[in-house]
C-alpha cells in the first residue's frame, strides 16, 4: 500500500519562499480551515485575517505557510521557519517537470522560458546540463529564493 507524504522545507521566510513554490509548481495556497475563499480571493489575505481574529500576533504570523496541487494529484508542500539559513548542497531536490514530452531545441526553450519566468520572481539560474541522448533530454539546475536547488526538466 503506497502512502500520501508531505514534503517540507525549512525556511527564513516562508510566506515568500511559498509564492516561489507556488508559481515553480503551478499550485495554490489553501484557504485557512472552516474558510471557504470567496472567488478571486488572496488565500494569504484570507489568512492574514483568520489569523488575526485568532490573535496570532503579526510577527508570528510568518511561521508556517503550505501549498497544495489544484487537481488533488501531488503531494502537500509546507514551509516551517527555521532560526539558521541554509549551510550545505540539499541532499534530496525536486525535480519540477517544465517540459514534459518535449525534446530537443524545443524542450530547451520551454526550460529557458521556465527558468526566466522564476529568475524574475527571485530564484537564480545554476547551470544548464545539454541534451546528450539517448541518456539524457537535458535539464537547468536552479535555486530558490533562499537557495535550494532543483531542477527544470
Avoid at 25 to 39: D, I, R
Avoid at 45 to 59: I, N, T
Avoid at 102 to 113: H, K, S, T
Wanted: glycine letters at 10%; one cysteine or more; a negative charge.
Amino acid at each position: 500500500m503506497s502512502r500520501r507524504f508531505q514534503v517540507t522545507f525549512d525556511a527564513h521566510d516562508p510566506r515568500t519562499l511559498s509564492t516561489f513554490w507556488r508559481e515553480a509548481l503551478g499550485y495554490v495556497h489553501p484557504g485557512p480551515p472552516g474558510v471557504e475563499l470567496p472567488e478571486g480571493a488572496d488565500p494569504l489575505a484570507v489568512w492574514d485575517e483568520f489569523l488575526a481574529k485568532l490573535g496570532v500576533p503579526e510577527e508570528e504570523r510568518n511561521t508556517r505557510s503550505a501549498l497544495e496541487d489544484p487537481e488533488g494529484q501531488g503531494p502537500r508542500v509546507f514551509f516551517q521557519q527555521v532560526p539558521e539559513g541554509k549551510t550545505a548542497k540539499n541532499r534530496v531536490h525536486l525535480d519540477v517537470r517544465a517540459a514534459p514530452g518535449l525534446e530537443g531545441e524545443e524542450r530547451m526553450a520551454a526550460l529557458e522560458a521556465a527558468c526566466e519566468r522564476l529568475v524574475a520572481r527571485g530564484g537564480k539560474r545554476l547551470r544548464r546540463f545539454e541534451p546528450e541522448p539517448p541518456m539524457s533530454a537535458g535539464w537547468i539546475v536552479m535555486a530558490d529564493p533562499e537557495g535550494n536547488e532543483f531542477c527544470l526538466d
